[in-house]
């Protein structure tokens, strides 16, 4: 069994105009920012202008390079539909999910992200079916195991969304509590 049969690979958005949509957090006005909505629907809800944009980041396990906001009110999403790459995968827009980066010269490193943000397509990101196997599955993808192995699965600087879907997995239900903790 592989990770792919507890976890989904999605690949992210590419703005075509980063300069435009892209911010870092500390340059906007915090009043038109969320971090926390679930869904498309609920962030244009709340007519702010900005959401959390996922986009990779250094080499970071667990936790981290949340730097980014992109320009989401309904406006912008309008346009981001009809440039870039067009929004792929956006049913998983905003979901919790693992991520890491695409390309990495100290090898890969799995964050969990919680619910509340969009994708780039540089910043990989998995979706787990079920959240008891969330935090069993990120020390799995964080262990020595993962980064010995890795490079196998692709001997280059990438590691890409095929990569991650040949990771080898056993689950040991008696374990993932323990794990979990």
């Known amino acids: 069994m592989c990770v792919d049969t507890?976890?989904?690979?999605r690949c992210g958005m590419n703005t075509g105009d980063n300069d435009n949509f892209i911010r870092y957090w500390y340059e906007i006005d915090a009043m038109r920012f969320s971090s926390n909505c679930t869904s498309i629907e609920e962030f244009h809800s709340t007519g702010l202008?900005?959401?959390?944009?996922?986009?990779?980041?250094?080499?970071?396990?667990?936790?981290g390079n949340l730097e980014y906001v992109i320009k989401f009110d309904l406006?912008?999403?309008?346009?981001?539909?009809?440039?870039?790459?067009?929004l792929p995968s956006r049913q998983f827009y905003f979901l919790p999910c693992i991520t890491w980066t695409d390309m990495s010269t100290k090898g890969v490193s799995f964050r969990?992200?919680?619910?509340?943000?969009?994708?780039?397509?540089?910043a990989?990101?998995?979706f787990v079916s079920k959240t008891k196997y969330e935090k069993y599955l990120l020390g799995l993808l964080n262990s020595v195991y993962v980064s010995y192995i890795a490079p196998t699965l692709n001997p280059t600087l990438h590691f890409k969304l095929?990569?991650?879907?040949k990771i080898p997995l056993i689950i040991c239900e008696e374990k993932i509590e323990k794990v979990t903790n």
């Open 6 to 9: 507890i976890s989904e690979s």
């Open 162 to 165: 095929n990569d991650y879907a």
């Open 112 to 122: 969990l992200e919680p619910s509340g943000s969009v994708f780039d397509g540089c």
């Open 49 to 63: 202008r900005y959401a959390v944009y996922n986009k990779g980041g250094a080499y970071r396990r667990w936790y």
């Open 75 to 86: 406006f912008n999403y309008e346009q981001l539909l009809a440039q870039g790459n067009h």
């Open 124 to 126: 990989a990101t998995a």
